[in-house]
């Protein structure tokens, strides 16, 4: 099958069922969302409700998925993940049955929603390690890029779906219809040629303890530095500059005046903006540290842009962007987080990382929301925007040290190369037209340095590294050139001046014919 290098991971045939079978299921789940959303919403009148809605499903990921990430190190992938989808049907299954008939109300979404939660925190490091079996190791970075593409254009396709289907229909239909989707996931499980699975990975060169247990992960992460850091500016550009849904309803409805048609139109470009950013991380070979670092920097940047934009079409289109620059990262930091830690540890590796998304999410939203209101919502892009680009320098840098400070020596290496010396073969030869032989330093020595005293019958001292032929009291040693016997040159004098130089196209004084023994 013969793929450009954006969709090299679909060469896979295993990966092509299970991207297939995802964005099935990335639909329904999305149309779920937002018909849990429109209930809650249209049942209470409350934003608080809903989002007290969301909170619950994302709370059981910062208790479970450290158990999740033991499960999924120590037992069977495909068990574990079957169970996981008939969860999630007979749950969305409820949703629907609740939303028909109204049985059990408010409290019986909440305990589905929490239930939804739980699930997931479990189900998200199995799938992750399970899934990164699916294709070599080259073509990781590849297949997570497509998989952050498959979610924003599920995302994209389920919203807008579900919101003519909640409008004609209501939200019952929504849940229904994700209930059927996890079927899709089950089928891909079962067409998975387990032939065709590759190895996670070398094994490192500290192998995980035998209990394989949740502190095992925690002291396995403390002995890695370089994926502490990357968690670490994952959380902080997270937390300050990810919740954009916060901080674009806060400009939509404040400076910007463009209310909710306004906010609908930056959501639909942030979404937009995340496709932009999946194909971008999938075209990318490597996804390494720079590739982070530098998405990390450009979006704290254009975050502080976000801040000065005066109008809803200026800020849409800073924001663009940014979600391009943040898939970008989170692909990156997925990356690296499973090529650059052993496989026995990849599912506690990505419950840490799951972890830290949520954490950044429960934090940095609410700190934004009350920024955006005392201190005002430009204030508080421009402020965030501020410390996330300090933050990912002071993150670039410790990358760099940890890493044997390659970025000196990838700077060394190119001001070494064979490119830079006509750069410094300029220098020079600007720096002969400026000041001709016998003036210069030869001047500012006779005015401004003052002449050494010699003693009667007593040879001046040679500065060390002299050469011989060096003037006494000029301070300049005489070129190699003048001080060869003139009678070397006699037979070329004729020729002396006709060679030009290719870089300046002057007369030089000291050329010489081909042969003589000056030249």
């Known amino acids: 099958m013969a793929l450009g290098a954006t969709f090299a991971a679909l060469r896979h045939r295993n990966y092509r069922i299970w991207a297939a079978a995802g964005f099935v299921s990335v639909i329904g789940t999305w149309m779920q969302v937002l018909?849990?959303?429109?209930?809650?919403?249209?049942?209470?009148?409350?934003?608080?409700?809903?989002?007290?809605?969301?909170?619950?499903?994302?709370?059981?990921t910062l208790v479970l998925s450290v158990w999740g990430g033991a499960l999924a190190d120590r037992l069977p992938a495909k068990p574990l993940l079957i169970g996981a989808q008939a969860a999630h049907a007979l749950l969305a299954a409820g949703l629907a049955v609740v939303a028909l008939t109204?049985?059990?109300?408010?409290?019986?979404?909440?305990?589905?929603?929490?239930a939804t939660g739980a699930v997931s925190a479990i189900e998200g490091p199995v799938m992750g390690r399970w899934a990164s079996t699916l294709v070599d190791r080259e073509s990781l970075g590849n297949a997570l890029a497509l998989g952050s593409l498959t979610n924003s254009a599920g995302r994209i396709l389920g919203m807008s779906l579900g919101a003519v289907v909640v409008a004609v229909v209501g939200p019952a239909l929504l849940f229904a219809a994700n209930s059927v989707s996890f079927v899709a996931v089950v089928v891909a499980l079962f067409a998975v040629r387990e032939g065709e699975r590759h190895a996670g990975g070398p094994?490192?060169?500290?192998?995980?303890?035998?209990?394989?247990?949740?502190?095992?992960?925690f002291r396995y992460l403390s002995r890695q530095p370089v994926v502490l850091v990357a968690l670490a500016l994952s959380f902080v550009l997270g937390s300050l500059g990810r919740n954009y849904q916060v901080t674009m309803a806060a400009m939509s409805d404040g400076p910007l005046h463009g209310g909710v048609s306004g906010y609908g139109l930056l959501s639909t470009v942030f979404a937009v903006g995340t496709v932009l950013?999946?194909?971008f991380a999938a075209r990318r070979a490597d996804l390494g540290y720079a590739v982070l670092?530098?998405?990390?920097?450009?979006?704290?940047?254009?975050?502080?842009?976000?801040?000065?934009?005066?109008?809803?079409?200026?800020?849409?289109?800073?924001?663009?962007?940014?979600?391009?620059?943040?898939?970008?990262?989170d692909t990156t930091?997925?990356?690296?987080?499973?090529?650059?830690?052993?496989?026995?540890?990849?599912?506690?590796?990505?419950?840490?990382?799951?972890?830290?998304?949520?954490?950044?999410?429960?934090?940095?939203?609410?700190?934004?929301?009350?920024?955006?209101?005392?201190?005002?919502?430009?204030?508080?892009?421009v402020l965030a925007g501020t410390v996330t680009a300090a933050a990912t320098a002071v993150a670039g840098v410790a990358?760099?040290?940890?890493?044997?400070?390659?970025?000196?020596?990838?700077?060394?290496?190119?001001?070494?190369?064979?490119?830079?010396?006509?750069?410094?073969?300029?220098a020079a030869?600007?720096?002969?037209?400026?000041?001709?032989?016998?003036?210069?330093?030869d001047a500012v020595s006779a005015v401004a340095l003052p002449r050494p005293t010699v003693l009667a019958g007593v040879a001046p001292v040679a500065l060390p590294g002299a050469a011989a032929g060096a003037r006494p009291g000029t301070g300049r040693l005489r070129s190699s050139r003048a001080a060869r016997p003139a009678q070397d040159c006699a037979a070329c004098a004729p020729h002396r001046g006709r060679r030009r130089s290719r870089w300046t196209e002057l007369r030089s004084p000291l050329a010489h014919r081909d042969g003589c023994p000056a030249a």
């Open 35 to 60: 018909g849990v959303n429109w209930y809650v919403l249209a049942e209470t009148g409350s934003a608080t409700s809903m989002g007290f809605t969301v909170l619950l499903q994302a709370l059981p």
């Open 399 to 426: 990358l760099d040290r940890l890493r044997e400070r390659r970025l000196a020596h990838r700077l060394t290496r190119v001001l070494a190369a064979p490119a830079a010396r006509p750069v410094r073969r300029v």
């Open 203 to 217: 094994a490192a060169a500290d192998p995980a303890p035998a209990d394989g247990g949740i502190r095992a992960g």
């Open 333 to 381: 930091v997925g990356a690296r987080a499973q090529l650059d830690t052993d496989y026995a540890m990849r599912g506690r590796v990505l419950a840490a990382l799951a972890v830290t998304g949520s954490v950044s999410a429960a934090v940095g939203a609410p700190l934004l929301g009350w920024l955006a209101e005392h201190a005002g919502p430009r204030q508080t892009l």
């Open 102 to 114: 109204g049985t059990g109300g408010l409290p019986a979404i909440f305990a589905i929603s929490l």
């Open 293 to 329: 670092v530098g998405a990390g920097l450009l979006a704290s940047g254009l975050q502080i842009v976000a801040g000065l934009a005066p109008g809803t079409l200026s800020f849409a289109a800073v924001i663009l962007p940014v979600a391009a620059a943040a898939v970008v990262i």
């Open 277 to 279: 950013g999946a194909l």
């Open 429 to 441: 030869t600007a720096a002969r037209v400026v000041r001709p032989a016998g003036a210069g330093l």
